[in-house]
């Protein structure tokens, strides 16, 4: 007999299981700080799944290999299961978030970067955070490997992937206006082993977006999470104008 589930994947999503499929359903929850701030806003799950969809269609054809298989409109979307890599990656192009936060409690930056808001890192960096502790909190690769929780090899695709995901979503974005500051990223592994780029991808909930024209004039305008991280204005207008900039 069937056994159809719903659970909480990740603070914003529910991962539903019917019929022997996968659906990742996108919630108008938003959360921020691990959790200390919570709301939900009326179609902001909408928002986040048209805008995953349009990026994992544009990565398929990209070949870069990703969990998505389907759209259900108007918040859902059917998945391969994978058993999910237990770290989230960060990419960087600018200083913003946590790190700007570690510089200001002493942590050296590395070579050429300003530790500024807004400046640019030259060639980007990748980090990793944990997934499943009460806090994310950065890990090393000497960690990663360590625990065991992936191979060299596995992680050298994984940081590959993530370069490239970065080049083809900044490079869309920048025709469109927009400076793409910095994104997180999930990977997965599905039964033969193969690492799929999961979760979400190019969502306001995982990306800083900025607008260009206001950073070359010297202003820093988000249109993400951080309006509501920072309480910059209305959410939900942000999050349809980005939808709107990206996806037309
Ligand atoms: P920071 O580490 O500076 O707070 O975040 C870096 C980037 O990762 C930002 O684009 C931020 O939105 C994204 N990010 C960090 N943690 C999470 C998370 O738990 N969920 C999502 N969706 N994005 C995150």
């Known amino acids: ?10 603070k914003s999503k529910d991962i539903i299981r019917e019929d022997g499929k996968t659906f990742f359903e996108f919630t108008d929850r938003v959360t921020a700080f691990d959790g200390l701030k919570e709301d939900e806003y009326l179609h902001k799950g909408e928002v986040c799944c048209r805008m995953s969809v349009y990026w994992f269609e544009i990565m398929g054809q990209e070949g870069i290999p990703t969990h998505f298989r389907s759209f259900v409109p108007p918040n859902r979307i059917e ?29 050296e930056p590395g070579a050429g970067i300003e530790p500024r808001l807004g400046a640019r890192i030259p060639d980007g960096i990748i ?16 960690e990663i490997l360590g625990n065991g929780w992936l191979t060299r090899e596995e ?10 995901v970065n080049e083809i979503m900044s490079g869309h974005l920048l025709e469109k206006g927009i400076i793409l500051a910095d994104f997180k990223i999930e990977f997965g592994k599905n039964a033969s082993g193969e690492i799929l780029l999961a979760d979400e991808v190019g969502t306001p909930d995982g990306c800083r977006f900025w607008i260009r024209d206001s950073y070359d004039a010297g ?3 988000s249109l993400d999470k951080d309006v509501y991280r920072y309480d910059e ?16």
């Not at 007999?1 to 990740?10: C, I, P, V």
């Open 219 to 221: 202003r820093i305008e």
């Open 155 to 164: 992680l050298d695709q994984i940081r590959e992937y993530t370069r490239r």
């Open 127 to 142: 980090e990793f955070t944990t997934k499943f502790e009460e806090r994310d909190r950065p890990i090393g690769e000497e």
């Open 233 to 248: 204005g209305d959410v939900s207008d942000a999050y349809s104008r980005i939808q709107k900039r990206i996806c037309g």
């Open 1 to 10: 007999m069937a056994s159809n589930t719903r659970e909480r994947a990740g």
């Open 79 to 107: 998945v391969t299961y994978l058993e999910i890599i237990p770290i989230e990656v960060i990419c960087r192009n600018y200083v913003a978030g946590s790190l700007l936060q570690r510089y200001g409690r002493g942590e």
